[in-house]
């Protein structure tokens, strides 16, 4: 994912970046840029520092758009507080201001899909669909959520897996029925483990139409005749 358009406060609260907004706390930059407002380096130091339980500090610069708000909060000669108490301040304001971001960025189909991503965590799919929904990552529950979305209103199911399928697992080949009219085959260029065979199976159970079967071809693609990079000795499957 580039790094272009993903500079602002907003981003690390996003469901993208996967660190609890509790485990870090912005703080005003010694350096910074004129035209970013968060410092993506210090955000990859967040990432690796979550392990290790060191201080995670998300360096930004507040002047760009909140500039009549920090001008006077960190004027040292306006305001005399004490430093520890500017800095809480300051980070709980830029907290504020990032969930407002989000807020008054999002339109009625973003917050149908949050919902519909708490509905599933809390059973309304069931217990095993509760279950088997925690072992996929944040913004992977966004998915699945935004595929049920386009499936009741637009999409039919067959294009809703595909979909979602190819989201989860962008390194993947769908082809449509080359066994039979009840068969999809899939290539994926994935390991065949536990995490991922549920993921597979979890997506099968949403969105798969009755009567449909998947053959899934795991690392090794099947060998197809004129496609040389299929045709390897010792890297083919068995169709």
């Known amino acids: 994912m580039e790094n272009k358009g993903y500079n602002y406060i907003w981003y690390p609260l996003t469901n993208f970046v996967e660190i609890p907004s509790n485990d870090f706390k912005f703080s005003v930059a010694e350096i910074f840029s ?107 529950k966004v998915i699945i959520a935004d595929g049920l979305y386009c499936m009741y209103n637009y999409l039919d199911m067959l294009e809703s897996f595909k979909k979602v399928f190819k989201y989860i697992f962008p390194d993947s080949i769908i082809y449509d029925r080359l066994t039979s009219e009840t068969n999809i085959v899939i290539y994926l260029n994935y390991k065949n483990n536990k995490i991922n065979q549920l993921k597979v199976n979890f997506i099968k159970e949403m969105f798969l139409p009755l009567g449909l079967e998947i053959d899934l071809f795991w690392e090794k693609h099947f060998g197809v005749i004129g496609v040389d990079i299929t045709m390897r000795i010792g890297e083919i499957a068995i169709f």
């Open 34 to 140: 004129p035209y970013t407002e968060l410092n993506l380096d210090a955000m990859n130091e967040v990432k690796s520092n979550l392990e290790s339980q060191k201080n995670n500090i998300l360096e930004v610069n507040p002047f760009i758009r909140f500039g009549e708000i920090f001008y006077e909060l960190l004027n040292p000669d306006k305001y005399k507080f004490d430093k520890k108490l500017r800095e809480s301040v300051f980070n709980i304001l830029i907290h504020f201001l990032g969930e407002l971001d989000l807020y008054l960025g999002q339109n009625k189909k973003d917050i149908i899909i949050k919902e519909m991503v708490k509905n599933i965590e809390k059973g309304a799919f069931g217990e095993k669909i509760k279950e088997d929904f925690k072992i996929f990552r944040e913004y992977e």
